[in-house]
Every structure is written in structure tokens, then in C-alpha cells.
């Protein structure tokens, strides 16, 4: 592990402008509402597993699950800064995500430009996974 420290935070408190710099950054904004405050809190806030990474006080990396705790995790978001990605920080993110929540399995969709990435840290592909667009 580098110099970072990751520690589960309470999403009720997250810091969500500090969030969307780090969704920006790693270029998940592309796909997720952060220039929608009121969405971007409520995804952020709802999460029930909020897992961080910092370089000292600077956030650098977030994992944001829903989970059960005893049978699935669904990782909703992996989102690292580009400047500390390729230095382990999302394998410690999955890795401190799987530990608060040991005897469930992590579940996640894929940003394209990852697909290559999760096999390479022992994910399997699962060929049934469907998505329902929301109604609004």
C-alpha cells in the first residue's frame, strides 16, 4: 500500500463537493449526475459503505457500496484521482470495501474504459447482469 490511508467514513457526512472532484478527476463524472447537486448528494449520502483513500487530508479515491453485509456488495462507484491511478489505490479500495463486509460477494458494472481492469484483480464476468433504466 502507498502513503494513502483508507478508512470507511459515514456517507451522512460525506464531504460531496470533495467527492465531485475526485469523480471529475478520475473521469466518472462522465457517467454519473455530479453537476446535479441534489442527485449527486443523495447518491453520495445514500451509499451505506462509503470507503476513502487519502494522502493526508486530500481525498484521492472512493468507493461508494450498497451492501447487505452477509450475502452482496454492490459496488456502485470506484473512482480514483488520475494522478494516483496505476498505484494500487483502487485494489485497496475494492480490498477495504470486501473487508467491512467479509461474508458478502461484490457485485459491480464496469465503466468501459475499466473492463480490462477488474479481471486483472480477480473479478469474474457474469454474463446475466441486466439494467432497467429509472422512469425518471
Known amino acids: 500500500m502507498g502513503n494513502w490511508k483508507l478508512q470507511v467514513e459515514d456517507s451522512a457526512l460525506a464531504d460531496v ?5 475526485v469523480y471529475r478527476s478520475s473521469g466518472l463524472a462522465e457517467r454519473r449526475p455530479v453537476d446535479d ?13 462509503l470507503v476513502t483513500a487519502r494522502l493526508d487530508d486530500r481525498l484521492i479515491g472512493i468507493s461508494r457500496s450498497l451492501t447487505d453485509g452477509s450475502y452482496a456488495t454492490y459496488l456502485c462507484d470506484l473512482a480514483v ?10 485494489k485497496e479500495l475494492i480490498r477495504a470495501t470486501q473487508e467491512a463486509a467479509p461474508a458478502a460477494k461484490i457485485v459491480l458494472l464496469s465503466a468501459p474504459a475499466a473492463v480490462d ?5 480477480g473479478f469474474k ?3 446475466s447482469a441486466w439494467v432497467l433504466d429509472p422512469l425518471a
Open 17 to 21: 463537493a470533495e467527492a465531485a472532484a
Open 37 to 49: 447537486l441534489a442527485r449527486f448528494t443523495a447518491m453520495i449520502r445514500g451509499c451505506n459503505l
Open 81 to 90: 484521482d488520475k494522478e494516483f491511478q496505476r498505484q494500487g489505490v483502487g
Open 117 to 121: 481492469y477488474y479481471p486483472h484483480i
Open 125 to 127: 464476468a457474469h454474463n
